[in-house]
């Protein structure tokens, strides 16, 4: 009877690869059971209760070691192939699992979500598409709209320029930080240069006086007031167009010695006087008077015009006046 219950328990559908294993944990105990009871020390029916167990026994390792088998893996080895295609992309092939797709495509949509990640303008958009767009990218809707970075105020005269400036940037989307960053640049840029102008200046102007000083002596100071007196007669606005404008090389006109000398030679031409006496007012006048104090000094032999420590000094001064007088009256 256990002999044919065995080999049912075989046939049995289901009963997968733990039945071995029950069937054989069946027998044993169906066999231990049959010779208790031949010996007398068993009861009847014991071996049933056995073999029924045994049955149980190996119904239940069976379902076990099915169910361990078919947990072999999650997904696929094609899974790549199913979501994409046979010509799936590479950026798959770095994907261990489907699971991998999700968390990336979850981080893709949190990046959008907190505007790290914007949308790109079709290049075909309407107008009313361009303006949608800009406001959803925190782009002014007109040039003029652009803030200028914090303590910044353009003057009058580089409004022109930066309104050019603004109006391409916003042809362009450009986003308020980066025309902010962009003046913040250019006007940086300008303080740079002006403060390596200023610097060229000073010593343009020691290396000028040095050379003229050394070139001119005494007259150095005589000169520069010819000069000065002779751009006084200018027209008005024309001596600092001149004294401010600059060479090829960036050098102050007012700071180089050739354009210094011609200067000079210049008023000393049209004013001879000019560097005898100030300029303006009646300078031949000036003149007349003043020779004519040292005349009166010249009449007395004992006056400081012939005797002292300034005789030398006042009779130079004397012929200067009179070669100015002279030249002044040709």
Known sequence: MLKKRFVLMLDEPGAGGGAGAGAGAGAGAGAGAGGAADDGKGAPGAGKGADAG????GAGAGAGAGAGAGSKSDWSDDWRVKLAGEKADKQLERMSSPKDVYNSWKALQQRLSTGELKST???DAKPEDVTKWRAENGIPEKPEDYKMPEGLVVGDADKPMIDLFLKDMHGKNASPDVVQAAVQSYYKIVETQAAKIAEAD???????????????GGDYRKNVNAITGMLATAPGGIQDKILSARTADGRAIANDADVLRWLA???????PVSTVVPAGGDQMGAITDEIGKIEKLMGNRQSEYWKGPGADKMQARYRELVTARDRKSK
Request: hydrophobic share 40%.
């Open 265 to 271: 030679s210049t008023a000393l031409e049209i004013n």
């Open 54 to 57: 045994a049955v149980g026994e």
């Open 121 to 123: 303008l079709p290049k």
């Open 202 to 216: 000073v010593a343009h102007k020691t290396e000028m006086e040095d050379t003229l000083r050394a070139e001119w």
